[in-house]
């Protein structure tokens, strides 16, 4: 897949998952931001808030449920902002913002 379709899909995601995470901003990271990816490819998008006002575990199942709206090939991670992680840096460093 090439990253202008994974930009699509996660473009739509991001409309699906708004009522979920209103203050989210969502990264697409890893082989389709850097248009590296193969067919089998998953699409990998970081859905990044500053500070969780919730159930930590109940919002990551939502934002999984919600690829089966949009593309099951989506891997969704939730990262707090205020909670930096190897991770987190990674998306900041490489990911595009959508």
Known sequence: MDRETALKIV????????????????YLYGSCSRNEAHKDSDIDV????????????GTTSALW???LDVDTSIEPVLIEEC???PLYEIVMR???SV
């Open 11 to 26: 473009r739509s995601y991001k409309e699906v998952i708004q009522p979920l995470v209103h203050d989210a901003k969502v």
């Open 46 to 57: 970081a859905v990044v808030v500053h500070k969780l006002n919730g159930d930590w575990l």
């Open 65 to 67: 449920l919600a690829t």
């Open 83 to 85: 909670k930096p992680s």
């Open 94 to 96: 490489n990911g595009i």
